[in-house]
Each structure stands twice: as C-alpha cells, then as structure tokens.
C-alpha cells in the first residue's frame, strides 16, 4: 500500500505564504523521485515542482521558480512545498505524487510517470 496525503492549504492573502506537506506512507521516501502538480478549476493538470531521489536536485515549472521550494524530511517520511509571494494565478488544488521511474528530472514534468497520487489541497490566493 501507498498513501500520500496532502495538508497545509487554505486562504492566503497575495504576497503571502503556505507550506504544504505531503505524508508518504512508503518504504523509503528515498526510493521515490517527489512531484507537486495543480488544478485550477477548468484547466489541465500542471506540473509545479519536483525533487530527485538520490539528492536535493530539484526543477520547477518556470512560473514559480525563485518563488517555490519543494523539499523533503526522510525521518517524517515527508515532503514539503514552501510557497512564497503568492498569486491569485497559484490559486488550485495541489497534489503530490511519487514516481519509481528513473528518467532525467525535466521528465518528471510529465503526469504519467507518477504512480501514486494524493486527494489533493486546496490554496486559494485572494487578490
């Protein structure tokens, strides 16, 4: 069994800040390459974040970068995204998800190479 599920949503004021966290009931957090995805209502899922396996090597989609983190914490068995300076334009669900697949990390902004997925947490950015 693999569970991920997401917490830390909710409404924040743009320039703001929200950490989420993402608990992974896995083996090893260190066997799973890491993503973050969002949904805006109407829109198709969108890549945000991801971290390696095997180090702290990230890459992020361009409209957050300088503005995201996506970090991990192996004893909690957790990832995390930090977000600052928020927008009304970062508003959406945002899920997690874990990827076995060993691929160069711009790959990773593709969907189909996770196998896990959470139910995902609502940010909402008010203007």
């Known amino acids: 069994q693999v569970q991920l599920v997401e917490s830390g949503g909710g409404l924040v004021q743009a320039g703001g800040s929200l950490r989420l966290s993402c608990a992974a009931s896995?083996?090893?957090?260190?066997?799973?390459?890491m993503g973050w995805f969002r949904q805006a209502p109407g829109k198709e899922r969108e890549f945000v974040a991801v971290?390696?396996?095997?180090?702290?090597?990230?890459y992020y989609e361009d409209s957050v970068k300088g503005r995201f983190t996506i970090s991990r914490d192996n004893a909690k068995n957790t990832v995390y995204l930090q977000m600052n300076s928020l927008q009304s334009e970062d508003t959406a669900v945002y899920y997690c998800?874990?990827?076995?697949?060993?691929?160069?990390?711009?790959?990773?902004?593709?969907?189909?190479?996770?196998?896990?997925w959470g139910q995902g947490t609502q940010v909402t950015v008010s203007s």
């Open positions: 998800a874990a990827s076995t697949r060993m691929n160069p990390l711009p790959a990773f902004r593709g969907a189909g190479l996770y196998g896990y």
């Open positions: 896995l083996r090893t957090l260190a066997s799973y390459t």
């Open positions: 971290a390696s396996r095997s180090s702290e090597s990230t």
